[in-house]
């Protein structure tokens, strides 16, 4: 299943922020739609299957749940949880 809610931490404090990337997919969602059929005629022009191409996009969304990225620097600090 692909990320739904990201958590977020800026400075030196630990208090973890969320915010909920639903609404970021669900308003993507339309975009992708308009966009498919050039996604498709970019395929066909450099000969990669749309299904393939697809399932690896989707396979890559996938497996971005549980990502942790934390930036530590002494002027600044901030991390990032996909959950």
Known sequence: MIPLIAAFHIGA??????????????LLLPVCLL????FVIACRVNQVPAGGALA??????????????A?????????????
Do not use: M, Y
Request: glycine letters at 6%.
């Open 56 to 69: 690896a996009a989707w396979a890559v969304l996938r497996g971005l749940r549980g990502t942790r990225l």
């Open 35 to 38: 966009l498919l059929p050039l």
């Open 13 to 26: 404090n630990r208090i973890w922020i969320p915010f909920p990337l639903f609404v970021i997919w669900l």
């Open 71 to 83: 930036v530590a620097h002494p002027d600044a600090t901030f991390g990032l949880r996909l959950i």
